[in-house]
């Protein structure tokens, strides 16, 4: 019942060099786009966020496309650092009228930066 | 600081045990939330609860059931624990309404099944 789909699985950038993670919803009634980050031995963390009424957010070296016709969005790290690695999911909620902040999750990516 | 506390770090417990997980905000957050980690599977819901004794089953609740009393404490409970049970569980809670939905999560327990 996977209704966020997450890739890639596994990921390898060199220090320096962008990291580009991918997701795609089906339900169309979703309108809260979050990204986790999770490092070992910790719970996630709201690292970004989006809302389709726009289509780029950017926060630092984060930034968040969003793609509404093609129901997708992406996490870009621009010049990734050994500090970002960690494990990245893509979650979606519906907020609304109805909003119970319930999120459904993404598979997750590990993301490893090499120096 | 905000805080979801779980009770435990690391559980091991037998196949047949009934098994509670606990948890507790310090938010006064309206929503709770159970989630169960396992690799290439992301985290996937097995409950929420949207008020104090109210709870909403998730996408994977077979086997497991919750318990919300007081609204800073939400118990997972595993009724007779198996094998494929064993992995990370969190907890996480949030504020309802308006446009901030952030889930706040705890460290979570990685639970092991023998």
């Known amino acids: 019942q996977q209704q966020v789909k997450q890739s890639p699985q596994s990921l390898i950038v060199q220090k320096g060099g962008i990291s580009i993670i991918n997701c795609a919803y089906e339900?169309?009634?979703?309108?809260?786009f979050p990204w986790y980050q999770q490092f070992p031995g910790k719970g996630p963390a709201l690292l970004i966020a989006?809302?389709?009424?726009?289509s780029e957010k950017k926060e630092g070296r984060f930034t968040i496309s969003f793609n509404k016709s093609a129901k997708q969005f992406s996490l870009h790290i621009m010049d990734s650092q050994p500090g970002d690695s960690a494990t990245y999911f893509c979650?979606?909620?519906?907020?609304?009228?109805?909003?119970?902040?319930?999120?459904?999750f993404g598979q997750g990516t590990t993301l490893q930066v090499k120096p | 600081d905000v805080k979801v506390t779980q009770s435990s770090r690391y559980l091991v417990k037998r196949t047949g045990e009934k098994v509670f997980l606990e948890c507790v905000q310090d938010?006064?957050?309206?929503?709770m939330f159970w989630y169960r980690q396992d690799p290439g599977l992301g985290l996937r819901l097995i409950y929420f609860?949207?008020?104090?004794?109210?709870?909403e089953k998730g996408d994977i609740p077979e086997g497991y059931s919750v318990s919300r009393e007081k609204k800073e404490r939400f118990s997972l409970i595993l009724e007779s624990a198996s094998t494929n049970q064993t992995s990370m569980y969190l907890c996480?809670?949030?504020?309802?309404?308006?446009?901030?939905?952030?889930?706040?999560f705890g460290q979570g327990t990685r639970l092991t099944v023998v």
């Open positions: 609860s949207y008020d104090v004794k109210m709870k």
């Open positions: 339900n169309t009634a979703f309108d809260y």
């Open positions: 938010m006064d957050h309206e929503n």
């Open positions: 996480a809670s949030s504020f309802t309404g308006g446009m901030n939905t952030e889930a706040f």
């Open positions: 989006i809302r389709p009424d726009v």
């Open positions: 979650a979606a909620s519906r907020v609304g009228s109805s909003n119970t902040g319930k999120l459904i």
